[in-house]
């Protein structure tokens, strides 16, 4: 029994870091939230926190008058379950906006948004 | 479909689900572990109705999560999308591969294979971890949770899924004494393995004992514990106090594994909707 807690020990002790990122939340995204790019940027790379399940994902990229940059729907990155791929095209810079809703693996529903600037 | 009244019923129905299983995978355990050769009336009955219940309750949570995912309650649309849910998430191919295994679990029931019945069904109860926060999150982190996830579905299923053949046992045993005694040593390994699983998820899960009262996910943690803390008490009665005194306390000792198994019911009802609730230790993100 004692052998048994000291496994439940290290195996708190290897988790503990990761506690606060369960489930899939946005870890980060190229480009990344506030950033300014230029025009020519031509994807959207999301990292969540968790896997995903791309065919029940969905990510828009509009600008202040609704204008859709994104050019397909998100696509799973080989080798990285937790990442999503948007393929972008802007007419214009100005500010613009990413929504995306995620699915992860174990059935939950997330979402949120930010901005990123396009220079003109 | 998003709503909590339509969480509490998904988490309902993946309860319920959980707890046939874990009947059908009790039931061919106790037959190859604990009482080899057993030949108390109504094993096999007991396998089915575990096998029904986890049949029915699977299909209501199956329709429920589809629709969440689809974001729709209409019927035709979540009929058409039946075929790309069950091939393009993990949710959909693992919840059928289950209940595959569970049918050819009760095949061998039916056939008293029941290692092979216990292995399979087995298999089933603990792959439900696949289907939690460890497995979705990868990495060490990951398989750390997902290991401890194992470990607490697998003593639950262990313990309260053969509570029911410990009744149907204990009721047509010859020597109930010998039969309880055998079955408290197992109880205590799974009782032990359970609470420290459970308090090692609590710490990385909940971690703040305010977060119990404040948070939906502490609040149905805490009625599971009351629900795990009844169950230890009965069983605390039966080992100290009902086991010593069979046989004459065998009509107290059923109505007691009775009791547990009602308690046993309500923590998996809890642990349903537990599943279905963001744990709050990542209360903030998004």
Request: charged share 10%.
């Amino acid at each position: 029994m004692r052998c048994f807690a000291a496994l439940l020990a290290a195996l708190m002790l290897a988790a503990a870091p990761a506690a606060a990122l369960a489930h899939a939340y946005l870890k980060s995204s190229d480009p990344a939230a506030g950033a300014s790019v230029p025009a020519s940027t031509s994807r959207l790379l999301l990292t969540f926190t968790e896997e995903v399940q791309p065919q029940f994902c969905a990510v828009t990229v509009a600008d202040a008058m609704g204008m859709q940059a994104q050019t397909a729907k998100p696509a799973p990155v080989p080798g990285h379950a937790d990442e999503l791929t948007v393929p972008l095209h802007f007419e214009m810079g100005g500010k613009y906006t990413v929504k995306w809703d995620a699915l992860s693996t174990d059935g939950h529903k997330t979402h949120g948004s930010f901005s990123f600037t396009v220079s003109g | 479909m998003d709503g909590p009244a339509w969480l509490l019923l998904r988490g309902v129905c993946r309860g319920l689900h959980l707890a046939g299983y874990i009947c059908v995978f009790g039931t061919a355990l106790y037959c190859a572990a604990l009482e080899p050769g057993s030949r108390a009336p109504g094993l096999r009955r007991l396998a089915w109705a575990g096998f029904a219940l986890a049949l029915a309750a699977g299909i209501g949570w199956f329709w429920l999560e589809s629709a969440y995912i689809l974001g729709t309650g209409k019927p035709g649309v979540i009929l058409a999308a039946l075929p790309r849910i069950i091939a393009a998430t993990r949710f959909g191919w693992l919840t059928l591969a289950r209940m595959g295994l569970l049918l050819a679990a009760l095949a061998g029931a039916q056939t008293r294979r029941w290692r092979g019945a216990a292995a399979l069904s087995g298999a089933g109860v603990l792959a439900q971890s696949g289907l939690g926060h460890g497995a979705a999150m990868g990495g060490g982190e990951g398989a750390a949770l997902f290991l401890l996830s194992l470990l607490h579905i697998g003593a639950a299923a262990s313990w309260l899924g053969t509570l029911p053949t410990l009744a149907l046992g204990l009721r047509a045993s010859p020597q109930p004494a010998c039969l309880a005694r055998r079955y408290s040593r197992f109880g205590v390994i799974c009782v032990a393995v359970l609470l420290l699983s459970a308090l090692a998820q609590y710490g990385l899960l909940i971690g703040r004992a305010r977060l119990l009262l404040s948070t939906a996910y502490g609040a149905t943690a805490l009625f599971k514990a009351a629900q795990l803390a009844g169950l230890l008490g009965l069983a605390g009665r039966n080992r100290l106090c009902l086991t010593p005194a069979l046989p004459r306390s065998r009509a107290a000792l059923l109505g007691s594994i009775a009791g547990e198994i009602a308690l046993g019911v309500l923590a998996l009802l809890a642990a349903g909707v537990l599943m279905q609730l963001a744990p709050p230790a990542m209360a903030g993100m998004g």
